[in-house]
DNA sequence: ACATCATCCTGTATGC
DNA sequence: TGCATACAGGATGATG
């Protein structure tokens, strides 16, 4: 599932395949891909250039000429990928962009999670899910005192205050629970009840892991690939994530697995604290 | 204003 | 073996 380091991969990798690029047709195998008017949204697509790729947290935007944004969301499996008109079409493939070039880019999701938004660049904020996000980590918004007073005003656990993107933007499941591991924090441990030398260290985990993954061009776990279709490298890396069952890289305790507010939890409960 | 919950999907894994 | 059910999960809109 892409999370920021994914999804900043999909960045990187996905602009020098369209840059520059003009969209001479569009077609649509599945609608529901796109949020608003499909019909309008590929009417006022044909013909544009696309110029770069920004992100923003876990979303995409895809900059277009003459002040037009795609914001995209690859949710659970979102892919890109170039290929040709001509190529057949995958099960999953739902959109394609044609160019003047006579290459295409195809967007296929297995889950059909994925959305995709027109919008008038730097609307964003306005318009879109972007809006509500919070800072990005290792970004100079993010500060120590910022995160030190929002986790204040969490009463919930750790684990669901992290997954909300409201706190802090991009990380999921997986660096979620990474995070916590290398923080030593329990995972239902309230947000407000941690003491401050655990959150200063829970503050710069999640720096540092972000920027790991980053770095490793993300995680592959189930079908996570980039935009040139390769795997990411930080899988090799992870401590707790799928890894139930096992010992804890640490301690040695058997990593526990329960379920937070409905989303799959992996720690151990040895070395990791309650608060 | 806040928190919680169902919903969207389909492939894979498990249970009987 | 085959069928049914559970599970995976990010964001969103509905509900409390």
Redesign the pocket.
């Known amino acids: ?3 920021m380091p994914e999804v900043e991969t999909v960045r990187r990798t996905l602009t020098p395949l369209i840059s520059d690029k003009q969209i001479k047709y569009m077609v649509l195998w599945y609608p ?1 891909i796109i ?1 608003g008017d499909a019909a309008d949204f590929r009417q006022r697509v044909i013909g544009h250039r696309f110029e770069k790729v920004d992100r923003y ?3 995409l935007e895809l900059r277009l000429n003459d002040g037009l944004t795609i914001v995209s ?1 690859l ?3 979102g892919k890109y990928r170039l290929t040709t008109p001509e190529a057949p079409k995958d ?2 493939d739902h959109l394609e962009f044609i160019f003047t070039d006579g290459t295409a880019l195809r967007y296929n999701d ?4 994925g ?1 995709m938004q027109l919008v008038l660049t730097g609307t964003e904020r306005a318009t ?2 972007i809006g ?2 919070g800072p990005e980590p290792n970004s100079t918004e993010f500060t120590w005192s910022y995160f030190w007073q929002a986790l204040q ?4 656990n750790i684990k ?1 205050a992290l ?3 409201t706190l802090v ?1 991009g990380l ?3 660096y979620v629970d990474e995070v916590l591991w290398f923080s030593q924090i329990q995972p239902l441990s309230p947000a407000n009840k941690i003491p401050v030398a655990a959150a200063k260290n829970l503050y710069k985990w999640i720096n540092v892991i972000i920027a790991r993954a980053t770095q490793m061009r993300g995680t592959t776990v ?1 079908t996570y690939l980039d935009a040139s279709g390769h795997v990411g490298g930080y899988q090799l890396m992870l401590h707790v ?1 799928g890894r139930a069952g096992e010992p804890c890289d640490r301690c040695s305790h058997i990593l526990q ?1 329960i ?1 937070v ?4 939890t992996t720690f151990c409960e040895n070395c990791q604290v309650k608060y």
């Open positions: 599932m892409p999370e529901k949020t947290g876990k979303f969301h949710r659970m499996e099960k999953h297995v889950r059909k999670f959305r879109t899910g509500k996000l005003k969490k009463h919930k669901t997954l909300d993107q933007c999921g499941n997986i189930h994530y697995k379920k507010e409905g989303r799959g």
